[in-house]
């Protein structure tokens, strides 16, 4: 029988407060605007989230039958059959949310979903899925963007590029997860990528916080990979997680100059996220 909390394990709901961050970030980082697009935005990117979580499992039902027997699929709660009608239906009415706000939304949004399906199809053969991780990240922020009163400008372009490095870092160290491959550890330098830009592009009156919240992100950072670094004690996942949840972190250093209510609001998703993790695992 498929529980609620199957539900919420194929879905990986606790990195959902993640998803809502990049809407904010990527939203505010384009200037605003009109909040009920705003509101169509997270419900739509929610359902892609979904949908991509749902596929994942569909698509790697064979993989975790022998690696992750515990997940929903191989466990025998759900066959994957419903997994990839349910799927592909979120994944429909997410990009149809994203039409609804505009022409060139809907669009990103097609090529979202569509990145969606294939690095859910390919990732467990292909070297460079987390480039796929990574790009629908980006999409997402630039989605937001799109989003906007003024539309897409420079900064969710970039802002997103660097979340983007940073998901690949995260996603080179997850493939490791399930298979005991040996760790790389080279991909964890791309975890500086938003610091480095935050400091090259945050000057003047904002320097300060730009440094401030680099140290935040860095220690999260640190905090995470001590759980890959202890040798006697490695938990692939939990570094993982954290990483994760560390997502709205990045999005808080690319609005080093929010105020103080909005700063709330992203420390909120941080503990969401934390909180969430320990009920419904992360990956």
Request: aromatic share 12%; glycine share 10%.
């Amino acid at each position: 029988m498929l529980s609620l909390r199957n539900l919420l394990v194929l879905g990986r709901t606790s990195n959902l407060p993640t998803v809502w961050s990049n809407c904010l970030a990527g939203w505010i980082l384009g200037g605003g605007g009109d909040w009920k697009k705003f509101a169509l935005l997270v419900v739509g990117s929610t359902l892609l989230y979904l949908a991509g979580m749902f596929l994942n499992d569909a698509f790697d039902a064979r993989f975790d039958s022998e690696h992750r027997p515990q997940r929903p699929i191989p466990s025998g709660a759900v066959c994957v059959g419903t997994v990839f009608k349910v799927g592909f239906f979120l994944l429909f009415g997410g990009v149809a949310l994203f039409f609804l706000i505009g022409k060139t939304v809907g669009w990103i949004g097609l090529a979202l979903a569509a990145c969606i399906v294939l690095y859910d199809a390919v990732h467990k053969v292909i070297t460079l899925s987390p480039v796929l991780m990574a790009l629908c990240r980006w999409l997402l922020y630039i989605s937001a963007g799109a989003a906007t009163e003024e539309g897409l400008s420079g900064w969710p372009i970039w802002c997103g590029l660097a979340l983007a490095l940073y998901v690949v870092g995260l996603s080179f160290l997850a493939k490791k997860e399930s298979t005991g491959v040996k760790i790389s550890y080279w991909p964890c330098l791309l975890l500086l990528a938003p610091v480095g830009l935050a400091l090259f592009m945050d000057s003047g009156a904002n320097h300060r916080g730009a440094i401030m919240l680099s140290v935040a992100l860095i220690l999260w950072i640190v905090k995470s990979l001590r759980y890959v670094w202890q040798k006697s004690e490695m938990n692939v996942g939990r570094a993982v997680s954290g990483l994760l949840a560390g997502i709205v972190l990045v999005d808080m250093l690319a609005l080093v100059d929010m105020n103080r209510q909005m700063a709330a609001i992203f420390l909120a998703l941080l503990f969401l996220a934390g909180y969430l993790q320990r009920y419904v695992p992360a990956t």
